[in-house]
């Protein structure tokens, strides 16, 4: 009986091991196939942080210190196109057209209100300014440039941003203000941005601007 009864007792005991063998290997299977998961979401994770740091990196270019931007201009100086840009400032045309620019700088840095006077309603032959016409302002003539005409919705004729501007005439007394003036070698007089314009105390254009920008 005693081993009858041990003997029972030993293959209990090993069916009793065998029960708590088994449990655990699904365990660690349950635990493994729970913990690969996260590990590989948070690879993922860590792999687009990185990738989105470097695509940020590359994107945003570290700004140029004085040093650098003067040794790049200086650099592009030594190149053809700036060899004719410094040719055409020093030349009597072009200083006549910096001095213009520089006429108005105070009142485009700080958007002031200037008088004008509309002398032509065509800009020079191969402007590429888009819209524009030529005004006088403190006895200089200036491009008045507003840019391109841009198609409606429709795409069957322009939009109404200048229609208002088409109506001026020659000789006709505006009221102008620019963020900013502008020349080069091609043009034989300063780039005025039109960003407001107001005749007869009437606003017949106001530039808009898009939000985050200037």
């Known amino acids: ?32 196939a729970l913990i690969l998961p996260m590990v590989v979401v948070t690879g993922l994770v860590f792999a687009n942080r990185e990738i989105k ?11 140029l210190s004085a040093a650098e931007m003067k040794a790049e201009r200086e650099k592009w100086e030594a190149t053809p196109a700036g060899i004719k840009f410094k040719k055409w400032e020093a030349s009597p045309e072009g200083k006549k057209v910096l001095a213009g620019a520089a006429k108005i700088s105070k009142y485009t840095s700080t958007f002031t209100s200037m008088e004008a006077v509309v002398t032509s309603l065509s800009l ?23 840019g391109p ?8 004729n322009f939009n109404n941003e200048f229609q208002q501007l088409h109506s001026l005439k020659v000789n006709d007394k505006i009221i102008i203000r620019s963020h900013s003036v502008s020349y080069a070698p091609k043009y034989s007089y300063p780039i005025v941005s039109g960003d407001y314009v107001e005749r007869d105390s009437k606003i017949i254009y106001k530039r808009a601007f898009r939000k985050g920008g200037c």
């Open 1 to 32: 009986m005693k081993n009858k009864k041990n003997a029972f007792n030993g293959s209990d005991l090993s069916g009793d091991r065998s029960m708590l063998i088994k449990p655990t290997k699904n365990m660690k299977k349950v635990i493994y």
């Open 53 to 63: 740091n470097e695509t940020s990196k590359k994107t945003t270019p570290k700004p």
């Open 124 to 146: 020079p032959s191969g402007s590429r300014l888009g819209f524009g016409v030529m005004a006088r302002i403190n006895g200089d003539d200036y491009i008045l440039s507003f």
């Open 149 to 156: 005409e841009r198609p409606d919705k429709n795409f069957l």
